[in-house]
């Protein structure tokens, strides 16, 4: 509590370029340059599309999940946030991420019918190495804020599975099969998971099927970046 009171009263400097930065996370400066997401976008996958069609990747394989919201593109500086995140525990850029996510998740019409929440779990080797849940820190807040549950139960990850970020598309899927349980009656819900960062989308792809095997009748995602470079031949 005094720490958290102490950043309130006293000045700090941008985590990204040393700036005086008053009480927030960025200075102005770096808080506008950030690769926010404002070209239409594939409602699906969140990949930029012309006039926000969806693209043809989901027209063909359709994901399970329904709708994916995304509000930056995963590229500098964002990834530098994102790892000091993760492995460096700078909680505070999780109190920045959040009041992003529920910036782009009030433009949405989609959070307004969401039942409730969920964040993409890991596995227990990783959250014993890690210490904390990247995914669960963002979503408290905007559960909070959205006024909708958020369920911290009753669903895992009970296989822990190579790094997804070291594996092409076709072996990413095959290395998430089945990594994913639940033990909840999800019957007719919409669920809305939040996650980091999304790349080709395997993971949560294959945490969306196991929630429709349960029921789940829409699954949409909001991710703080997605990864926009060419997927079609990884």
């Given at each position: 509590m005094i720490n958290h009171l102490l950043s309130l009263l006293l000045p700090q400097d941008c985590f990204l370029c040393a700036a005086p930065s008053g009480q927030t996370l960025l200075c102005p400066t770096c808080n506008a340059d950030l690769p926010r997401l404002t070209a239409p976008c594939c409602p699906v996958c969140a990949l930029p599309t012309?006039?926000?069609a969806t693209c043809g990747n989901c027209l063909h394989q359709p994901p399970s999940f329904d709708a994916t919201l995304a509000c930056f593109a995963y590229g500098f500086p964002v990834d530098r946030l994102v790892q000091a995140l993760?492995?460096?525990h700078t909680l505070a850029i999780a109190r920045?991420?959040?009041r992003c996510l529920l910036q782009t998740a009030n433009a949405a019409d989609l959070t307004k019918t969401a039942?409730?929440?969920?964040?993409l779990p890991l596995s227990s080797q990783r959250l014993a190495a890690r210490g904390f849940n990247q995914s669960m820190?963002?979503?408290r807040p905007v559960a909070r804020q959205l006024a909708k549950p958020l369920?911290?139960?009753g669903y895992m990850r009970s296989l822990h599975t190579p790094p997804q970020a070291s594996l092409p598309w076709k072996e990413r899927q095959k290395n998430i099969r089945g990594a994913f349980e639940c033990h909840l009656d999800l019957t007719g819900k919409h669920i809305l998971v939040i996650d980091d960062v999304m790349t080709t989308g395997a993971t949560?792809?294959?945490f969306a099927r196991t929630l429709k095997?349960?029921?789940?009748?829409q699954v949409s995602n909001l991710v703080l970046a997605r990864a926009l470079r060419d997927l079609t031949n990884v």
């Open positions: 012309p006039a926000g993760k492995y460096r920045f991420f959040s039942d409730l929440l969920m964040a820190e963002l979503a369920q911290i139960t949560l792809n294959e095997k349960h029921g789940a009748h």
